[in-house]
Each structure stands twice: as structure tokens, then as C-alpha cells.
């Protein structure tokens, strides 16, 4: 069946750059998402790729994909504390499907 | 734009008790609605989705069901809650074929 698996837990120190890695293994995935969750919250949709691309671009947010190793990252530059938070990862074959989740991974910012 | 609400935000229930939690959506119609249970310190859950009034899909057989009376409207319920149905019910919103949005989720603990 589908799975989605990430990395649990990533510290970064303010000001670096943070990547959270995502590997998926439908190979029919269309669509790619990440999800921000801070405590206590709903999920907020960040940015999501479609499988014909490989990166996406959106201020200080860049996702790249790699189809062929099913793998996705999204990559924050300049982190900041406010950035902490559980990131997810999901994917979904068709517009009409659930998406899959990952446990997501918390990133924790040092001031 | 689209709003989704979740009532209510918290509640504390005694096991055996029953349980509804609404969700109720604005500014769309005929979206897909979906309910997912996010338990502490583990990823999402996708307990049902709907398509249509009326329509409910289940993808985990347990003591939960769910509802959808009106096109904005989905009502997750139990006639008898566990202990192990504590946890952060997230209630989401699928627009067109790409984007899903949450709701700011309930807080349910089971005592």
C-alpha cells in the first residue's frame, strides 16, 4: 500500500538553512504537499508540487522532487524561530483520493 | 475564500459516553470533507471522507461514525467512546483537484 515516511525530528540554529526530507512509494503520486502544524493547531498547506515538476519556488520555501527516487524535501532558508513546528509530508494519486501522511517531522529553531 | 470551523475546541468525556463533533464549512459548495484523528506524538489518522450529502466513506472500522446532513455540514459521532479515542480531531476541506485546508481541530480526551 502507500506510505509516507519522514525524518522525526530536525534542530536547526536561527538563521541556517533547514531541510526535511519526505520519501513516498506510490509511484503513481500526482500531487505532493507539505503542512506546517505549530502546537495546538490545525494543519496549514505550505506549498504542494505536481509530479511534472521538478522544484517549486515560494519566497523563502523551496520544495524539489525526485520522481525517480520518490523523494521530496522542502527546504526553508533563513530559518527562524518562528518556524518551529511539525512538518507533514503527503501525497495523493488523483484529485478525488485522501491524502497520505506522513508522522511528520518537528523542527525545533536555536535561538 | 473558504472557512472551516470545528466545535467544539475541547471536551473532556467519561468513557461510554457518546460524542458528536461538528464541522461546518463556508465559502464553497460540494467540497469533499474529510475527518482525521491525530493522536499524541504520532502522525494523521484518516478516519472517513465524503464526496456528497448522504456519502460517507470509512477507512478504519471502529466505535466512530460519521455523517454529512448537509452539504457543509459533517458530524463525527460515537454511541460509546474508549479511552483510546482520545486525542486532536481535524475536520479538512478538498477544493478542486489539489488543495486540501484544515480546520483548527477539536481536543478530545477521554477520561
Known amino acids: 500500500g502507500e506510505d509516507v515516511e519522514q525524518s522525526l525530528f530536525l534542530s536547526v540554529r536561527e538563521g541556517d538553512s533547514s531541510v526535511i526530507n519526505c520519501t513516498y512509494t506510490?509511484?503513481?503520486?500526482?500531487?505532493l504537499y507539505w503542512y506546517k502544524q505549530e502546537p495546538g493547531a490545525g494543519l496549514q498547506l505550505l506549498t504542494y508540487i505536481f509530479s511534472n515538476m521538478d522544484m517549486k519556488q515560494d519566497q523563502r520555501l523551496t520544495v524539489l522532487l525526485n520522481k525517480k527516487d520518490k523523494h521530496l524535501s522542502l527546504r526553508i532558508a533563513d530559518t527562524q524561530t518562528g518556524d518551529s513546528a511539525i512538518y507533514f509530508c503527503a501525497e495523493r494519486t488523483s484529485g478525488n483520493t485522501p491524502l497520505v501522511f506522513g508522522k511528520g517531522t518537528r523542527l525545533s529553531v536555536i535561538a | 475564500s473558504q472557512t472551516i470551523h470545528q466545535w467544539p475546541a475541547t471536551l473532556v468525556q467519561p468513557v461510554g459516553s457518546p460524542l458528536s463533533l461538528e464541522c461546518t464549512v463556508e465559502g464553497t459548495s460540494n467540497p469533499n470533507l474529510y475527518w482525521y484523528r491525530q493522536a499524541a506524538g504520532r502522525g494523521l489518522q484518516l478516519l472517513f471522507y465524503s464526496v456528497g450529502i448522504g456519502q460517507i466513506s470509512s477507512e478504519v472500522p471502529q466505535n466512530l461514525s460519521a455523517s454529512r446532513p448537509q452539504d457543509r455540514q459533517f458530524i463525527l459521532s460515537s454511541k460509546k467512546l474508549l479511552l483510546s479515542d482520545s486525542g486532536f480531531y481535524l475536520c479538512?476541506?478538498?477544493?478542486?483537484?489539489?488543495?486540501?485546508?484544515f480546520g483548527p481541530g477539536t481536543r478530545l480526551t477521554v477520561t
Open positions: 479538512a476541506l478538498g477544493l478542486d483537484a489539489y488543495e486540501q485546508y
Open positions: 506510490d509511484s503513481s503520486s500526482t500531487y
